[in-house]
């Protein structure tokens, strides 16, 4: 479960204060996937960031009971002058899993040959990209949180054998995805939320939630 409890945050811009979320609580239960619509600038990606745990908020209180993902395409938490066998390894210590088979995992998927043993710094933005989301594929979580801004790779094997990698963990998970387009979220959820003036307003289906959104557009 992911739950926010009267949680404010916003960002000083030059036109004074961005408000994100304004005393919003709202709750995603595991085994009810939720996407979230919002326009471009609204603060998806850092909704998605406090859900993680990445941001903070200026008030109220995150609640996590459950093994959340980092978000798709995020890169924090990997050390450029380490190899991706050395990323690979680390990362899978600090969740407690065997460093072997993460490895293993990554050098499956990614098929990097002997870069997967170069540092990250002289990898190019594909390259990272791919060795990103192998990462998050090799472990496992309870909900998995994917921002529609995620990195894209342009690799098509790549895409095949991770597409089919994520399409198993996504039958047996929960997916909180953010998007400015419905058409995305049909794809991984029936019940959707409209971000709008710093509240989130839940809805059980997504053609309810789109009603309010077409209204702001």
């Known amino acids: 479960m992911i739950e926010f409890l009267d949680v404010s945050k916003s960002f000083a811009t030059g036109n004074g204060r961005k408000v994100i979320l304004n005393r919003a609580s709202f709750r995603v239960e595991v085994g009810n ?8 600038g609204t603060g998806k990606t850092t909704i998605i960031n406090m859900m993680a ?6 008030e ?3 609640n996590r009971t459950s093994r959340i993902s980092f978000p798709l395409g995020f890169m924090g938490g990997v050390v450029s002058k380490h190899t991706a ?6 990362i899978a210590r600090l969740y407690g899993l065997d460093p072997d088979y993460v490895e293993s995992f990554c ?28 990462l998050m594929l090799a472990l496992e979580f309870d909900i ?3 921002d529609e801004g995620m990195p894209a790779t342009t690799d098509v094997e790549f895409n095949r ?44 289906t997504l053609q309810e939630a789109k009603i309010l959104y077409d209204y702001d557009s």
């Open 33 to 40: 996937s939720l996407g979230i619509l919002a326009h471009n």
């Open 53 to 58: 745990g990445l941001e903070k908020p200026d």
């Open 60 to 62: 109220g209180i995150v």
């Open 85 to 90: 066998t050395e990323n690979s390894r680390y």
């Open 107 to 134: 050098r499956w998927l990614c098929d990097m040959e002997q870069y997967f043993d170069m540092p990250l710094g002289t990898y190019s933005s594909g390259m990272r990209g791919r060795f990103n989301f192998a």
């Open 144 to 146: 998995y949180l994917i």
């Open 161 to 204: 054998k991770a597409g089919g990698v994520l399409r198993e963990r996504l039958a047996n998970a929960t997916v909180v995805v953010v998007s400015h387009q419905p058409s995305t979220l049909e794809k991984f959820c029936k019940s959707a939320a409209v971000l709008r003036n710093g509240q989130l307003y839940m809805f059980e």
